[in-house]
C-alpha cells in the first residue's frame, strides 16, 4: 500500500514549537507517512502559500494543524472547505496531569462539537441592515431599533446539520460502548432561551436517540450542563453541543483534566479529517521554548488512528502516559521546569 501523505500546517504564534515536538515524536516511531510540509504563520505568503496549501490539502489524507492567531489563512478551507462538521475533544485524565480537581482518576468524556454553523457563519453587521426585515413589527423580547448605533450576529441551526452532528456522536458512543465505556449520549443547548434555533437543536438530536435503543440519552440545559462538567465529570461519556457551546466548554473541560496544554482535538467530515490542539497559539509565552506539547501530541496519535496506524497511534499515547506516570520530565504549565524539548526527548525515550 502507498503510504498515507499528510499536509503540516505548523501554524502561528507558540503553536509551532507543538507541532514540530509531535513531528519528530512521528518521526521517531518511523510511521509509513509522506509529510508536505509548510511555513509557519510568520513566513505564509496569502495567496500564494494559501493556493499551495489548498492544492495540498485536496490531495492528501489528513492534516496536522498548529492554531493560528490569523496568519495561517488556510484553516478556513480545512474546516468549511473539507467540510470537517464534526469537532472530536476527548478529555481524558492521565495519572499525573495537573488537574485542581480532588479526585481527577477516571475522567474520560467526548466532547462532539457541531463545526460549521451555529454563529461561526461570520454573519454580522451594523442593525441598520436589518432595517428591511421589519423586525420591531414583531412581537420580540426586547424591544429592537434598527436605527440605533449597534451590530446584529446571525446564528444558524440547519436541521441536515444538526441530524449528522447528533448520528456521529451516537455512533461514537456505540464503539465506545464496545470499549467499556456506559455508552451514553448528553445533548446540551440553550434550549428554554432559544426556542427555535437551539430547541431544534435538542429536539432533533432527541428524536435521533429513538435510533440508538442502546445508547442511553440525556439533556441539560448548558449552564446548568457547564456546573455538571465540573462537579460531575466522572458521569459523562459522549457530549453533543453546537458550535459556540463546545468551543467555550471544551477550554472548561481541559480545565477540569490539568489545563488546555494537555486537551487534543480533531475535525472529522465524511472523507477527510484534520487534527490540532484545542488550544490557541499561546503568545504570551511564544519564545520561551516551555509550551506543552502534549495537546498537539495526543492529537497527532488520534491522527494515527484515523489513518489506519492503530499500534503507532497506541505507542505514541502510551509513551505520553508513561512521561506523565514517572513524573520527571514536566513543563511548567504542569508543575515542571523542563522545556518543550526535554518533554518531547522524553516522550521519544519512552515509545
Ligand atoms: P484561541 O482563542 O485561539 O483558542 P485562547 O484565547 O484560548 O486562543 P490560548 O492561546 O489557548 O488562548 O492560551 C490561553 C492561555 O493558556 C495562555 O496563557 C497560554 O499561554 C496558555 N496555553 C495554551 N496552550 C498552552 C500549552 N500547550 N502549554 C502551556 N500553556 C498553554
Known amino acids: 500500500m502507498p503510504n498515507k501523505k499528510v499536509v503540516v500546517l505548523p501554524g502561528d504564534d507558540s503553536a509551532p514549537d507543538t507541532v514540530y515536538a509531535a513531528m519528530e515524536v512521528l518521526r521517531a516511531l518511523e510511521v509509513p507517512l509522506d509529510f508536505v510540509e509548510f511555513p509557519p504563520g510568520e513566513q505564509w505568503v496569502r495567496g500564494d502559500t494559501d493556493n499551495a496549501a489548498r492544492a495540498a490539502i485536496d490531495t492528501s489524507d489528513s492534516a496536522l494543524f498548529g492554531s493560528t492567531s490569523g496568519k495561517t489563512n488556510v484553516v478556513g478551507y480545512l474546516r468549511w472547505g473539507k467540510k470537517t462538521y464534526a469537532n472530536v475533544r476527548p478529555c481524558r485524565y492521565l495519572k499525573g496531569f495537573r488537574s485542581p480537581l480532588a479526585n481527577p482518576d477516571g475522567i474520560d468524556f467526548v466532547i462532539v462539537r457541531e463545526n460549521l454553523e451555529d454563529l461561526y457563519l461570520g454573519l454580522e453587521g451594523p442593525l441598520q441592515a436589518l432595517e428591511p426585515l421589519h423586525l420591531s413589527?414583531?412581537?420580540?423580547?426586547?424591544?429592537?431599533?434598527?436605527?440605533?448605533?449597534?451590530?446584529?450576529?446571525?446564528?444558524?441551526?440547519?436541521?441536515?446539520?444538526?441530524?449528522?452532528?447528533?448520528?456521529?456522536?451516537?455512533?461514537?458512543?456505540?464503539?465506545?460502548?464496545?470499549?467499556?465505556?456506559?455508552?451514553?449520549?448528553?445533548?446540551?443547548?440553550?434550549?428554554?432561551?432559544?426556542?427555535?434555533?437551539?430547541?431544534?437543536?435538542?429536539?432533533?438530536?432527541?428524536?435521533?436517540?429513538?435510533?440508538?435503543?442502546?445508547?442511553?440519552?440525556?439533556?441539560?440545559?448548558?449552564?446548568?450542563?457547564?456546573?455538571?462538567?465540573?462537579?460531575?465529570?466522572?458521569?459523562?461519556?459522549?457530549?453533543?453541543?453546537?458550535?459556540?457551546?463546545?468551543?467555550?466548554?471544551?477550554?472548561?473541560?481541559?480545565?477540569?483534566?490539568?489545563?488546555?496544554?494537555?486537551?487534543?482535538?480533531?475535525?472529522?467530515?465524511?472523507?477527510?479529517?484534520?487534527?490540532?490542539?484545542?488550544?490557541?497559539?499561546?503568545?504570551?509565552?511564544?519564545?520561551?521554548?516551555?509550551?506543552?506539547?502534549?495537546?498537539?501530541?495526543?492529537?497527532?496519535?488520534?491522527?494515527?488512528?484515523?489513518?489506519?496506524?492503530?499500534?503507532?497511534?497506541?505507542?505514541?499515547?502510551?509513551?505520553?502516559?508513561?512521561?506523565?506516570?514517572?513524573?520527571?520530565?514536566?513543563?511548567?504549565?504542569?508543575?515542571?521546569?523542563?522545556?518543550?524539548r526535554e518533554f518531547t526527548q522524553a516522550v521519544i525515550n519512552s515509545l
Open 137 to 340: 413589527s414583531r412581537i420580540l423580547r426586547a424591544e429592537l431599533n434598527t436605527s440605533e448605533p449597534g451590530k446584529y450576529a446571525i446564528k444558524v441551526i440547519t436541521e441536515r446539520n444538526t441530524r449528522q452532528i447528533a448520528h456521529f456522536a451516537f455512533k461514537l458512543a456505540r464503539r465506545r460502548k464496545a470499549q467499556g465505556h456506559p455508552g451514553k449520549v448528553t445533548c446540551t443547548s440553550k434550549y428554554n432561551m432559544l426556542r427555535e434555533s437551539d430547541g431544534l437543536f435538542r429536539q432533533l438530536v432527541s428524536e435521533v436517540a429513538g435510533e440508538y435503543p442502546d445508547v442511553k440519552y440525556q439533556e441539560f440545559i448548558v449552564d446548568d450542563f457547564a456546573r455538571r462538567l465540573v462537579q460531575n465529570s466522572h458521569e459523562l461519556d459522549v457530549i453533543v453541543m453546537p458550535n459556540l457551546y463546545g468551543d467555550i466548554l471544551s477550554d472548561a473541560a481541559a480545565g477540569t483534566i490539568g489545563g488546555l496544554g494537555l486537551a487534543p482535538s480533531g475535525c472529522y467530515g465524511d472523507d477527510y479529517a484534520y487534527f490540532e490542539s484545542v488550544h490557541g497559539t499561546a503568545p504570551d509565552i511564544m519564545g520561551l521554548g516551555i509550551i506543552n506539547p502534549t495537546a498537539t501530541m495526543l492529537s497527532a496519535a488520534m491522527m494515527l488512528e484515523y489513518l489506519g496506524l492503530s499500534a503507532a497511534s497506541k505507542r505514541f499515547a502510551d509513551a505520553i502516559r508513561t512521561v506523565y506516570a514517572e513524573g520527571k520530565v514536566l513543563t511548567p504549565d504542569q508543575g515542571g521546569s523542563n522545556k518543550t
